[in-house]
């Protein structure tokens, strides 16, 4: 008889090889594959599996192996408290964009009770316009991606959180098809070099959505070349970035808004992770 413990001791042991939370997958992929709650998987140990829940575990668990990762082996991921529904059309999102999501919400919160647009440019899954709609209920929001699968996805997951009438997805190029100047442009654009990252995104997760070009910058450089003409006189900007990259982008935003106050926000592990630029207007 194999039990829960016995399936979650082998697939660690499988899956050790590939991650570094090789017990914290399998214990998800074994939940995934029972349709319970990780929690119950863990207290129930001695429970025995069928035949037919063994393999099924067994075909998760060889994905796993191949790098596959684990939110898109069971369909969601949470980001900032919020369950996502994610597939290979879209990038899983990552913690650190909670910090992009934290410093929007502040700015924003600089209107007090006035209404705000927000322009979320590259929306892939939704997770940053649906939790700052979740956060901000007097904002108004534009998703734009490029992606129409990405576009998908985001309709689902702002459909299963009722966002329908606040947060309005357009497909296209950047800030393109918005309709006038936002009050706030917030973005997390493909900005890694496709021949440094890890293995397993690479394989896994859209090309779309990481390859910013030979030196990670060209979204930035079209981006920000263009958000003078769609923020509002008192608008701001505020972009995610890869750790190395704060220097570059901080010049591009001096060099597009020369008058705007422009900063730089570390992430929790003392990493630069957002760059953003204020127009001055906002505080005369
Ligand atoms: C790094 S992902 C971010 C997804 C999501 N906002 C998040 O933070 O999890 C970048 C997204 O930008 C989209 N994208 C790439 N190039 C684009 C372009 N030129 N215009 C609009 N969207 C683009 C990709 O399809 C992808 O969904």
Known sequence: MVTIQHALRAATAQLRAVSETARLDAEL????????????????????????????????????????????????????????????????????????????????????????????????????????AMHLPRATLYGVDLSAGALEVAAANIARYHLQDRITLLEGDLLAPLPGPVDLIVSNPPYTI??????????????????????????????????????????????EIGAWQAAAVVHLLHLALPQAEVGVQQDLAGRDRVVWARNLDVIR
């Open 29 to 132: 992929l074994l939940a995934h594959t029972l349709g319970w709650s990780r929690a119950k998987v863990v207290a129930e140990r001695d429970h025995p599996l069928t035949p037919e829940q063994q393999a099924r575990f067994a075909a998760l668990v060889a994905r796993r192996a191949e790098r596959e990762p684990v939110a898109y082996l069971i369909g969601r991921r949470e980001f900032f408290g919020l369950e996502l529904q994610v597939d290979r059309r879209v990038l899983i999102p990552r913690p650190e964009t909670e910090v992009l999501v934290e410093l929007a919400i502040a700015e924003a919160r600089r209107y007090g009770d006035a209404p705000i647009t927000i322009a979320d440019i590259g929306v892939g899954s939704g997770a940053i316009a649906i939790a700052l």
């Open 194 to 239: 496709l021949n440094e990252i890890d293995e397993g995104v690479y394989r896994h997760e859209p090309h779309l959505a990481l390859d910013g070009g030979p030196d990670g910058l060209d979204c930035y450089r079209r981006l920000i070349a263009a958000a003078p003409a769609y923020l509002t006189p008192k608008g701001a900007i505020l972009l």
